[in-house]
């Protein structure tokens, strides 16, 4: 290019630039100044890694998960709603369309991919990109066993923390937990497992957390201080040999310690102690109970000088908590639920808090309102949930505030059941079942707005027992538009001789069912949903499309999404409440009100969907006891 052009473009860019039409990329690389403190956080887009295999893709969309998450947490970075996204990765060494992400105000782009490798490692790769310098700030890939998924994810969270920031990363934390009896005594072996990865907070974190949450209970901090690698300085490739040595410098542990695994016991480690001049001949554990000092067997001594006990705080619950425990049957006489109590639902206890907390602020619908709605529909709605792996979305400040999504409940009360799952090699996921009225208050409680159950059983996992559609609204387009792609899959679905079921999505678009006995296998299922879309799309070619880029689907169009027919995908349930302006449910329909295209969505919501069963009754019911079977020649 000669200097008179390039001085043509960059003084039309100016223009462009100046009159608002194109966003002028700033010069100065993305960077964060964690020195100067209430820093702005950075808007940060992380598309799902990509990858040519489904399931290593499913894997690819929860390590992004797991770097969105990270980053949100480290209060510098704020990753933006996928669902915002214009443009979709498909090849991570291709520099991407950057104005397409300034368009959603991103400043910075981490793009990755997953893939297996012959000898069975996974191989994690990424690049972060500039958007406004239109460069490449970083490239990196990780190679590990597919089992430790979650731990290079947080590498990553670490490689992009450091590049922006110029400091070291903190999410590679792991908290061990140490049997009760030392050691510091050498030669003494005790047991140390690794658990699951824990939040930072919880290295600063003393006082209590609520039943019915993870580690519910009082949390004290028996031991703090720091420690240094004794073996090189690459803890990573010491994890891998299987002995990790450390030095402890804390106010009780102190010296050298090892950890060794041992064989054949996943995630079990022997914790011994090195021969040095801490070590102590009959040292035994001291258990500190509040203020006190218990030692083993239940004697108890005041607590020795030392170190200043950091100030209790409390997670998740007020530091007072009155408890009001009442039965269920009279706790909803009152008008509003407010404060905290223990409700009594037969034999179970669960626990309910921050009742008055706002969570539909236009409205003023509180906490306690989404628990009265719940209480109030639960017949209706636990038929939908029952033996199905629930997938949880949690709004604990409420739909305006940040939400997050949980598969993985490790320690709910007794009341509620999980089933373990495999939801990709080596990872085992506790998914809540919500089978009863306790389970689903006990959710509603944990900021659980929504409803979103597997499409098939826990006791038959692989073969749903429904089809499922999502028709999902460009902007702009009429509900009556809807109504007649409802319509039109309707027909499509009857040619197969097949019955369906049609219900509002409780966000603007409707759902369609058809009831299936469940002997198909998910990808037959997949396979007859992308028939009957494609249909559909032929027929309508002016209103509906099956384009899954929001950016390639044709304006004003409807689309007939069937890819929420794969093992883990959901929907929200009929008559579960939704995070939108109105507190909207999804309301099952008849097709004459489809026909008619008069109702919307916003027409249902948590204060007068009862009333609509009490004269129609439940419409969906029918889904329950359907059985239906995909008979390929028919179609």
């Known amino acids: 290019m000669s200097l008179e052009n390039g001085m043509r473009k960059l003084l039309l860019g100016c223009i462009l630039a100046f009159v608002g039409l194109l966003p002028l990329p700033a010069m100065a690389a993305l960077q964060v100044d964690v020195t100067q403190g209430n820093v702005q956080p950075v808007p940060i887009a992380i598309p799902d890694m990509i990858s040519a295999d489904a399931s290593q893709a499913q894997m690819g969309a929860q390590i992004s998960s797991v770097i969105r998450a990270d980053l949100d947490r480290s209060g510098l970075f704020k990753s933006i709603d996928p669902r915002a996204f214009v443009e979709h990765i498909t090849n991570i060494n291709v520099a991407p369309t950057f104005q397409s992400w300034r368009a959603i105000n991103a400043q910075g782009l981490v793009a990755g991919q997953v893939s297996?490798?012959?000898?069975?490692?996974?191989?994690?790769?990424?690049?972060?990109?500039?958007?406004?310098?239109?460069?490449?700030?970083?490239?990196?890939?990780?190679?590990?066993?597919?089992?430790?998924?979650?731990?290079?994810?947080?590498?990553?969270?670490?490689?992009?923390?450091?590049?922006?920031?110029?400091?070291?990363?903190?999410?590679?934390?792991?908290?061990?937990?140490?049997?009760?009896?030392?050691?510091?005594?050498?030669?003494?072996k005790r047991l140390a497992v690794m658990t699951e990865d824990h939040p930072v907070e919880y290295l600063k974190f003393e006082g209590r957390i609520p039943e019915g949450q993870y580690g519910a209970g009082e949390q004290l901090i028996w031991d703090a201080g720091d420690y240094e690698l004794k073996n090189g300085e690459d803890p990573l490739r010491q994890l891998k040999e299987g002995k990790l040595s450390v030095e402890l410098r804390g106010d009780k542990l102190r010296g050298g310690f090892n950890l060794v695994r041992m064989k054949g016991r996943d995630g079990q480690w022997l914790l011994i102690k090195s021969d040095d001049e801490f070590a102590q001949p009959g040292w035994t554990l001291e258990l500190r109970t509040g203020g006190r000092i218990e030692e083993p067997g239940g004697a108890r001594k005041k607590k020795r000088a030392g170190r200043k006990r950091r100030p209790v705080k409390t997670l998740g619950a007020k530091a007072k908590r009155e408890i009001r425990q009442i039965a269920a049957s009279r706790a909803f006489n009152p008008k509003e639920l407010t404060g905290d109590l223990d409700l009594k639902v037969g034999k179970a206890i669960v626990s309910l808090t921050n009742l008055d907390k706002v969570y539909w602020p236009e409205?003023?619908?509180?906490?306690?309102?989404?628990?009265?709605?719940?209480?109030?529909?639960?017949?209706?709605?636990?038929?939908?949930?029952?033996?199905?792996?629930?997938?949880?979305?949690?709004?604990?400040?409420?739909?305006?505030?940040?939400?997050?999504?949980?598969?993985?409940?490790?320690?709910?009360?007794?009341?509620?059941?999980?089933?373990?799952?495999?939801?990709?090699?080596?990872?085992?996921?506790?998914?809540?079942?919500?089978?009863?009225?306790?389970?689903?208050?006990y959710v509603t409680n944990l900021g659980a707005i929504e409803r979103h159950p597997w499409n098939s059983r826990a006791s038959n996992l692989d073969h749903p027992d429904w089809v499922v559609f999502d028709l999902d609204p460009g902007d702009g387009v009429e509900f009556a538009a809807i109504c007649e792609v409802a319509l039109s899959?309707?027909?499509?679905?009857?040619?197969?001789?097949?019955?369906?079921?049609?219900?509002?999505?409780?966000?603007?678009?409707?759902?369609?069912?058809?009831?299936?006995?469940?002997?198909?296998?998910?990808?037959d299922v997949a396979?007859?949903?992308?028939?009957?879309?494609?249909?559909?799309?032929?027929?309508?070619?002016?209103?509906?499309?099956?384009?899954?880029?929001?950016?390639?689907?044709?304006?004003?169009?409807?689309?007939?999404?069937?890819?929420?027919?794969?093992?883990?995908?959901?929907?929200a349930a009929p008559y579960s409440a939704r995070p939108r302006p109105g507190a909207t449910v999804s309301a099952p329909l008849e097709w004459g009100e489809v026909k008619r295209g008069k109702i919307t969505p916003q027409d249902f919501t948590i204060k007068n969907i009862r009333k609509r069963i009490e004269r129609k009754g439940d419409l969906f019911s029918p889904a329950l006891k359907l059985r239906q079977r995909l008979e390929w020649s028919a179609i």
């Not at 490239?139 to 590990?144: H, K, N, Y």
């Not at 033996?387 to 409420?398: A, V």
């Not at 027929?539 to 929420?564: C, I, M, N, W």
């Open 527 to 571: 396979d007859f949903a992308e028939w009957a879309a494609s249909i559909v799309v032929s027929e309508l070619p002016r209103l509906a499309t099956a384009e899954r880029s929001l950016k390639k689907r044709p304006r004003g169009s409807v689309y007939v999404d069937h890819f929420q027919n794969a093992r883990g995908k959901s929907v």
């Open 363 to 441: 409205e003023g619908y509180t906490k306690g309102d989404l628990v009265r709605y719940y209480y109030e529909i639960a017949k209706y709605i636990l038929p939908y949930l029952k033996d199905r792996p629930l997938i949880l979305k949690r709004y604990p400040n409420g739909i305006d505030k940040p939400s997050f999504h949980q598969h993985d409940v490790a320690e709910p009360p007794g009341y509620a059941r999980t089933v373990a799952l495999d939801v990709v090699e080596g990872h085992v996921v506790d998914y809540l079942v919500c089978d009863n009225l306790a389970t689903l208050l």
């Open 116 to 188: 297996l490798q012959p000898d069975g490692r996974l191989k994690v790769e990424f690049r972060l990109w500039d958007v406004f310098g239109e460069s490449q700030m970083l490239g990196q890939q990780f190679f590990t066993q597919p089992e430790n998924w979650r731990r290079v994810a947080h590498l990553v969270s670490d490689a992009i923390y450091e590049r922006i920031t110029g400091e070291k990363g903190y999410f590679d934390t792991r908290i061990v937990f140490i049997s009760e009896s030392g050691p510091a005594t050498k030669r003494v």
């Open 489 to 523: 899959l309707k027909d499509v679905i009857g040619r197969a001789g097949l019955e369906c079921f049609a219900k509002t999505s409780g966000s603007r678009g409707i759902h369609v069912y058809a009831p299936l006995e469940p002997v198909h296998g998910y990808e």
